[in-house]
């Protein structure tokens, strides 16, 4: 089976790394890897290949930053010729970055088979970007693979049929699981100067809605700069954020700054860490602050409370299983909630169904099941 596997942006590489692992140990599978390069910087892209051990994409659209609009077209522009020179037999698309849905887009035009792994979450906020491409990847994909219950239900009230839904568990946690061995060795506590056992707290931010207008990264600025009055907080700041925190006057810490700020309290900004190093802070943090989905995931699996800066979440079994809880964006609550998380943890209820390391191993045999029945022979 020839699949024609894309990936664009950060959390698309943690997803992709055990699947095209997964294909590898088949010799009916032919995986091809296409990065769009929505995501292009060292820090945002080629590291994570290297720390997840993904072999070097086939193809690089390098269609880098642009309108919602640029964007999605580019992709779509230079995928074409691609899998019209390939013929690929299935595109498989992950997560709900521009890329996934580019991607959908084009196979499905040229009568090519899509396959969406994470496909039904739904945070039912159709002002963020990722919730379109969701609904509008599911409404073309003919595999649709699903990390939780929720997502199957989405999916049967929009009225799927059920034969294309697969519940197959979370292919992040694969990653999380194989990597380890190797997330543990991390040395970032060591180039950080944190103290084995010291308590600090992790921050990403990056969605649009959080960080675009100036007045509400100010609050929520505010709000950090209080909290951090309590515990330390480390900030990995994503490009987006970090031209809106620069014209605002922060940022720019070294590494010995850093460590100053860890050994007293204090807002620590570093630029965005590779994947090992990020869950290897993760895991050892006694809280989280976030609006990404990936994380509310992994902090989950890790048992370490979460707390996501947002009005809803597509992946309400870190809820309902896990650590997480949805606070929003005011800046008294999020302190609140900061300090009564710190002193009374949440415990997780046991990892999700299938969050097992091995739902990139049922994707392909479904995969491989299909094509047997197809009687379709390997390249
Ligand atoms: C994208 C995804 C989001 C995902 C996030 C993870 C969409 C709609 N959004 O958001 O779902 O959670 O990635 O990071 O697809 N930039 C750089 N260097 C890079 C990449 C981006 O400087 O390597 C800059 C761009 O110039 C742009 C900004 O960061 O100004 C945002 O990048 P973009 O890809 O548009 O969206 P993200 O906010 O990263």
């Known amino acids: 089976m020839r699949i024609v596997n894309i990936v664009g942006a950060r959390p698309n590489f943690v997803k992709i790394a055990p699947l095209i692992q997964a294909m590898t140990r088949r010799s009916t599978f032919v995986p091809t890897l296409v990065h769009t390069g929505q995501h292009y910087d060292q820090a945002m892209s080629a590291q994570l290949f290297q720390d997840?051990?993904?072999?070097?994409?086939?193809?690089?659209?390098?269609?880098?930053?642009?309108?919602?609009?640029?964007?999605?077209?580019?992709?779509?522009?230079?995928?074409?010729?691609?899998?019209?020179?390939l013929r690929p037999d299935l595109v498989l698309v992950v997560g709900d970055v521009n890329s996934t849905l580019a991607a959908a887009i084009t196979a499905v035009k040229r009568g090519i088979l899509v396959a969406h792994v994470e496909a039904g979450l739904r945070s039912f906020d159709r002002s963020m970007p990722e919730e379109i491409n969701r609904i509008l990847t599911d409404a073309v994909a003919d595999f649709l693979f699903v990390t939780e219950e929720s997502g199957r239900v989405n999916l049967m009230n929009e009225g799927v049929d059920p034969a294309r839904i697969y519940f197959v568990g979370n292919v992040m946690i694969d990653a999380l699981q194989s990597s380890r061995p190797r997330w543990e060795n991390s040395s970032i506590f060591h180039t950080l100067g944190v103290e084995p056992g010291s308590a600090y707290a992790v921050l990403t931010l990056h969605r649009p809605s959080n960080v675009d207008d100036a007045d509400t990264l100010a609050n929520f600025l505010e709000a950090f700069e209080t909290l951090a009055r309590h515990i330390p907080i480390v900030f990995p700041v994503h490009p987006r954020v970090k031209q809106h925190l620069i014209r605002q006057g922060y940022g720019g810490d070294t590494q010995a700054d850093a460590r100053d700020l860890l050994r007293g309290k204090g807002i620590v900004y570093i630029d965005p860490l590779g994947y090992l190093d990020f869950v290897a802070?993760?895991?050892?943090?006694?809280?989280?602050?976030?609006?990404?989905?990936?994380?509310?995931?992994?902090?989950?699996?890790?048992?370490?409370?979460?707390l996501t800066l947002?009005?809803?979440?597509?992946?309400?079994?870190?809820?309902?299983?896990?650590?997480?809880?949805?606070?929003?964006?005011?800046?008294a609550r999020i302190l609140d909630e900061s300090l009564q998380t710190l002193r009374h943890p949440p415990r997780p209820d046991g990892a999700p169904p299938y969050w097992d390391g091995h739902a990139a191993e049922r994707i392909i045999e479904i995969l491989d099941a299909y094509r047997h029945a197809k009687g379709s022979t390997p390249a």
Do not use: K, W, Y
């Open 52 to 85: 997840l051990e993904i072999r070097p994409p086939d193809f690089n659209l390098e269609v880098g930053s642009g309108s919602h609009a640029v964007q999605t077209a580019q992709v779509m522009q230079r995928l074409d010729p691609i899998l019209e020179a």
């Open 310 to 331: 947002r009005d809803s979440t597509e992946r309400p079994i870190t809820v309902t299983h896990g650590t997480n809880r949805i606070i929003g964006s005011d800046p």
């Open 281 to 306: 802070l993760v895991s050892r943090a006694r809280l989280v602050l976030t609006d990404s989905g990936g994380i509310q995931e992994e902090a989950t699996m890790l048992g370490i409370p979460c």
